[in-house]
């Protein structure tokens, strides 16, 4: 069992910044990991996700505003979000291994 802690989510004005953290019990490094957000009413789709190899791809609606990385000495994998949008308020998910998920951390974006 891999537990996964996500952290950084809060209120944030449109055209903000924040940057989320996922800490996990296991190592990361032989492993892809990836974030995925469920806006309240909708499905949890996926955001980005970085291979072992550190190679990420992100989803059309955040291309290009959010940057996935990861420290494998860490075993923590971070998303950098600008320019938010009232649209990217969510509940943001780590995933690790295509198979286990944290609780979540809730991102608001509103002025």
């Known amino acids: 069992q891999v537990q996964l802690v996500e952290s950084g989510g809060g209120l944030v004005q449109p055209g903000g910044s924040l940057t989320l953290s996922c800490s996990a019990s296991?190592?990361?490094?032989?492993?892809?990991m990836a974030w995925y957000r469920q806006a309240p009413g909708k499905q949890r789709d996926l955001v980005a996700h970085i291979t072992s190899g550190g190679i990420t791809n992100y989803s059309a609606p955040v291309k290009g505003r959010f940057t996935m990385s990861k420290d494998n000495a860490k075993n923590t994998v971070y998303l950098q979000m600008n320019s938010l949008k009232p649209e990217d308020t969510a509940v943001y998910y780590c995933?690790?291994?295509?198979?286990?998920w944290g609780k979540g951390t809730l991102v608001t974006v509103s002025s």
């Open positions: 296991a190592s990361i490094r032989f492993n892809a």
């Open positions: 995933n690790y291994g295509w198979h286990y």
